[in-house]
């Protein structure tokens, strides 16, 4: 069998920058080829065929346009690699964006200001009350000082307006995707299924080709994905990690009455449902990337403040007035909430709590209400980094 001896080298393309190639070259020298590891690369084109000239492993011309390699050392071994250096005159743009700070001026981005807080902030449902069919993202990017359209810096949430017997599409670049159908009626078209929905059913799609959502009544969704977090990333979403899943507001209902008839037995403060596939059997979340909850605040609640590192995308569904949620950074030795901004509860209006916030919901009035908080605790939990807290009675 004939040898060959792998090379890994920096080669410059024609267009001048540097890239990375694989060269594969015969024992006798006479035969080299230099390969770029992404073929899909536009730099592809440049690269070619160098030669060598024989066990001296220089490299005299080549359709790379390189010259003046260093060989550090080499090797015969089929598994081994030999590390190039091109010319150093070549290395300065690869320097150029190096930065060094030290440590307790960047140790902290957030507290300094050089990347923005997540911010509290209310979105009316009079923004999907009228109108035409359409997507409303709820847009902070420009706070968030990143590419948006963005709710969080992982997530974006969005009001989706489709008017009976007409039909949107959506097409983004996410891994999970989850609307909740606040009213009306229709059926979601992915990858040649149709997907049924009803006022209240939550509808979750992992990654896909283009979604033709089909409205048969006036039809309002709360819609959240995670294409944020892959822009950041810089990442085409690429596999599926769970199949299409619906949960029926007839199922998702019995389970949270089943859960509120255990509550009254032990009194637990908290009477929720949260949604979850069983393919997500290390986080327990509704995908790998998103949590769902769907909770009731009994009429007189009063909860104690909790917090946690991934932020929420609260949804409200019904409630009279008197129902709140405070919102504050730091809690008091007795657990209150110091500096509490007050966010009153409107029905199928949205708010944000950023993560970290200590946060507790109230019902003063003679009511029962319902909320669905949209986090990316699937995220957060799977990087362990959730740091869920709880004040104590
Ligand atoms: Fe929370």
């Not at 081994?80 to 060094?100: F, K, R």
Request: glycine fraction near 6%; charged fraction near 20%.
């Amino acid at each position: 069998m004939l040898e060959f001896i792998h090379l890994v080298g920096l080669g410059m393309a024609l267009n001048s920058r540097t890239i990375m190639v694989n060269i594969l070259c015969s024992p006798d020298g006479a035969a080299c080829g230099a390969i770029r590891d992404n073929p899909e690369n536009p730099d592809y084109a440049a690269s070619g065929s160098i030669r060598a000239t024989a066990y001296g492993w220089s490299f005299p011309s080549s359709s790379l346009g390189t010259s003046n390699y260093k060989i550090l050392k080499r090797s015969t071994s089929k598994a081994s690699s030999m590390t190039i250096l091109n010319n150093p005159n070549n290395l300065n743009h690869l320097i150029e964006d190096c930065l060094y700070y030290e440590y307790t001026k960047a140790a902290d981005p957030v507290g300094s200001g050089a990347i923005p807080q997540i911010p509290l902030v209310e979105f009316s449902s009079e923004l999907h009350e009228m109108g035409s069919t359409r997507i409303i993202p709820l847009d902070i990017s420009d706070t968030l000082a990143c590419k948006g359209p963005a709710t969080s810096p992982a997530l974006c949430a969005n009001f989706v307006r489709i008017l009976a017997w007409e039909a949107l599409s959506t097409n983004f670049n996410a891994t999970s995707l989850l609307f909740y159908v606040m009213r009306g009626s229709g059926y979601t078209e992915f990858e040649g299924i149709n997907i049924p929905w009803k006022t209240g059913d939550f509808v979750v799609l992992p990654m896909g080709e283009e979604t033709r959502h089909f409205a048969v009544a006036d039809s309002v969704f709360y819609l959240v994905h995670d294409e944020p977090l892959l822009r950041y990333l810089g990442v085409k979403a690429d596999i599926q990690r769970f199949k299409p899943t619906l949960y029926t507001s007839e199922d998702s209902l019995r389970e949270l009455e089943r859960v509120r008839k255990e509550a009254e037995a032990v009194n637990r403060n908290r009477i929720s449902v949260l949604l979850a596939n069983k393919v997500m059997d290390q986080t327990l979340t509704v995908t790998h990337t998103l949590w769902a909850m769907l909770g009731v605040l009994p009429k007189g609640a009063a909860q104690l403040p909790h917090r946690h590192q991934s932020v929420a995308l609260d949804l409200i569904l019904d409630c009279d007035p008197g129902c709140y949620t405070l919102v504050g950074a730091k809690i008091s030795e007795k657990g209150e909430i110091i500096n509490a901004t007050r966010v009153d509860w409107k029905p199928y209006s949205a708010f944000i709590t950023p993560p970290g916030y200590w946060h507790a919901h109230y019902n003063q009035s003679s009511s029962d209400a319902h909320l669905i908080p949209i986090q990316d605790a699937g995220l957060q939990t799977y990087l362990r980094s959730l740091d869920i807290k709880f004040v104590e009675k």
